[in-house]
Nanobody, 122 residues
Framework: QVQLVESGGGLVQAGGSLRLSCAAS????????MGWFRQAPGKEREFVVA????????YYADSVKGRFTISRDNAKNTVYLQMNSLKPEDTAVYYC???????????????WGKGTLVTVSS
């Protein structure tokens, strides 16, 4: 069982930056690939970015490539999402997720956090 708690959301102006954090419980954090997803008002949840167990591989949605960066610190059981050059269309609830088996392109996850709201004003 893995419990995930996101933090770092808030209100930011377009062009600004935010860093989200996701703290995971348990001593097996390094066995899980991690991902960030988001759900905008009135839309379905969508994949944003994922990172492999060791952090050596990362995968980004086209909409955030070059602006967002995912990283993880296995010693701190934490994954981060650095978001730069934010746009109003990035406004969403951002969810952290974990999976024991990362399937690229499918992005199925086993555990989910409750989300943190990011609002980007124009």
């Amino acid at each position: 069982q893995v419990q995930l708690v996101e933090s770092g959301g808030g209100l930011v102006q377009a062009g600004g930056s935010l860093r989200l954090s996701c703290a995971a419980s348990g001593r097996t954090f390094s066995r899980y690939a991690m991902g960030w997803f988001r759900q905008a008002p009135g839309k379905e949840r969508e994949f944003v970015v994922a990172i492999s167990y060791s952090g050596g591989l990362t995968y980004y949605a086209d909409s955030v490539k070059g602006r967002f960066t995912i990283s993880r610190d296995n010693a701190k059981n934490t994954v981060y999402l650095q978001m730069n050059s934010l746009k109003p269309e990035d406004t969403a609830v951002y969810y952290c997720a974990a999976t024991g088996e990362l399937r690229v392109g499918y992005w199925g996850m086993d555990y989910w956090g409750k989300g943190t709201l990011v609002t980007v004003s124009s």
